[in-house]
Nanobody, 122 residues
Framework: QVQLVESGGGLVQPGGSLRLSCAAS????????MGWFRQAPGKEREFVAA????????YYADSVKGRFTISRDNAKNTGYLQMNSLKPDDTAVYYC???????????????WGQGTQVTVSS
């Protein structure tokens, strides 16, 4: 079992930045790929970014490429999502997830956090 807890969400103006954190406990975090997903009201949960276990490969949704950066610090059992140039369309609950493979699909991840709200509004 892996327990994941997100933090760092909040209210930010368009063009602003936030850094989300995902603290892991339980089984060895470094053994898992990590993904970030988001879900806006009335919409399905969608892929945002993913990183392999070693942090050497990253993947992004087209909608966030160039603005968001995923990273991880296995020594601290923590993953991050740096979000810059935020837009109102980025408003959603953001979830981190852990799984055996680096994938873009919700069902390929085995462990999920509870989510953190990000609101982009002036």
């Amino acid at each position: 079992q892996v327990q994941l807890v997100e933090s760092g969400g909040g209210l930010v103006q368009p063009g602003g930045s936030l850094r989300l954190s995902c603290a892991a406990s339980g089984r060895t975090f470094s053994s898992y790929a990590m993904g970030w997903f988001r879900q806006a009201p009335g919409k399905e949960r969608e892929f945002v970014a993913a990183i392999n276990w070693g942090g050497t490969s990253t993947y992004y949704a087209d909608s966030v490429k160039g603005r968001f950066t995923i990273s991880r610090d296995n020594a601290k059992n923590t993953g991050y999502l740096q979000m810059n140039s935020l837009k109102p369309d980025d408003t959603a609950v953001y979830y981190c997830a852990a799984g055996f493979y680096v994938r873009r699909v919700v069902h390929d991840y085995d462990y999920w956090g509870q989510g953190t709200q990000v609101t982009v509004s002036s």
